[in-house]
């Protein structure tokens, strides 16, 4: 199994910037796809933004589409997400997950089977 510990989270205004790293450990990190998740309060958990094993392929929420920018260095065992012009419905709490299941770029929740503990990301208007 993996072990996912995001950090980067924090307050920023419209239009601004933030990046999340996940660090990862146990198992090898490359054997995962990646993907991040993120719950705004009152709402369900919803799918941002992953990536393949190899980081050559990535798939996108249309909602971050162009803002958004999903990564990941193997050989470091860190994944990233740099998220440009930020807006308050950005706000939540975004999750590092990894699933290992399925050969395609999943978006589905339930899919996944190790999560981060979740890091806050709070966009003011």
């Known amino acids: 199994q993996v072990q996912l510990v995001e950090s980067g989270g924090g307050l920023v205004q419209a239009g601004g910037s933030l990046r999340l790293s996940c660090a990862a450990s146990?198992?090898?990190?490359?054997?995962?796809?990646m993907g991040w998740f993120r719950q705004a309060p009152g709402k369900e958990r919803e799918f941002v933004a992953a990536i393949s094993r190899s980081g050559g392929s990535t798939k996108y929420a249309d909602s971050v589409k162009g803002r958004f920018t999903i990564s990941r260095d193997n050989a470091r065992n860190t994944g990233a997400l740099q998220m440009n012009s930020l807006k308050p419905e950005d706000t939540a709490v975004y999750y590092c997950?990894?699933?290992?299941?399925?050969?395609?770029?999943?978006?589905?929740?339930?899919?996944?089977?190790?999560w981060g503990q979740g890091t806050q990301v709070t966009v003011s208007s």
């Open positions: 997950a990894a699933e290992a299941r399925t050969s395609y770029i999943s978006s589905r929740t339930y899919e996944y089977d190790y």
């Open positions: 146990g198992r090898t990190f490359s054997a995962y796809i």
